[in-house]
T-cell receptor, first 114, second 114 residues
């Protein structure tokens, strides 16, 4: 158990809908990252928050947004869902910024868009 | 453009033998490299890391080697055990500190045969 929790574990929804994925980082970790893993793909970085502020963006679609709250949990909002958004979404956390620290991953949310 | 490449999608090894997983990268700004192991329906689990100032790091049965001139790293598992069967991801992050987002390879599925 990494200490990172994600809810829900599975989500099935229809095209055009909006969903919210939730992540609670490890106790004391200030940095939260979101990654997407599509079929046969590696993990693609979406966005990073540090202590409530956006720190970096990857190839995140404009239909997707995220935020980190004062209690450090984070939510990833996906709207106008398309079939191609079906994927595993992972949240990770690390204690601080700086290159030399590993990220700890949650169990993921499997999103299926029908 | 795939900055981190794992060219072998799968590898099969006999129990007790050595497993060697390879990873190549193209970005010379990468200075921290990590290996993660992933079981189905779970999030990636951190395994071992190496910074660019080293060429080897060892942790029990796991050793990571870094060849900066060749932009190549490898993970050695000795001896391999059936419980090591999983997908292994290589990841890298850039020098700089503004963000330590990880760039992942597409993974290698290791099967350790009893």
């Amino acid at each position: 158990d990494s200490g990172v929790t994600q809810t829900p574990k599975h989500l099935i929804t229809a095209t055009g809908q909006r969903v919210t994925l939730r992540c609670s980082p490890r106790s004391g970790d200030l940095s939260v990252y979101w990654y997407q893993q599509s079929l046969d793909q590696g993990l693609q970085f979406l966005i990073q928050y540090y202590n409530g502020e956006e720190r970096a963006k990857g190839n995140i679609l404009e239909r997707f947004s995220a935020q980190q709250f004062p209690d450090l949990h984070s939510e990833l909002n996906l709207s106008s869902l398309e079939l191609g958004d079906s994927a595993l979404y992972f949240c990770a956390s690390s204690p601080h910024l700086g290159t030399y620290n590993e990220q700890f991953f949650g169990p993921g949310t499997r999103l299926t868009v029908l | 453009d795939q900055q981190v490449k794992q060219n072998s999608p799968s590898l099969s090894v006999q129990e007790g033998r050595i497993s060697i997983l390879n990873c190549d990268y193209t970005n010379s700004m990468f200075d921290y490299f990590l290996w993660y192991k992933k079981y189905p329906a779970e999030g990636p689990t951190f395994l071992i890391s190496i910074s660019s100032i080293k060429d080897k790091n060892e942790d029990g049965r796991f050793t990571v080697f870094l060849n900066k001139s060749a932009k190549h790293l490898s993970l050695h598992i000795v001896p391999s055990q059936p419980g090591d069967s999983a997908v292994y991801f290589c990841a890298a992050s850039e020098r700089g500190g503004a963000t330590n987002k990880l760039i992942f390879g597409t993974g290698t599925l290791l099967a350790v045969q009893p």
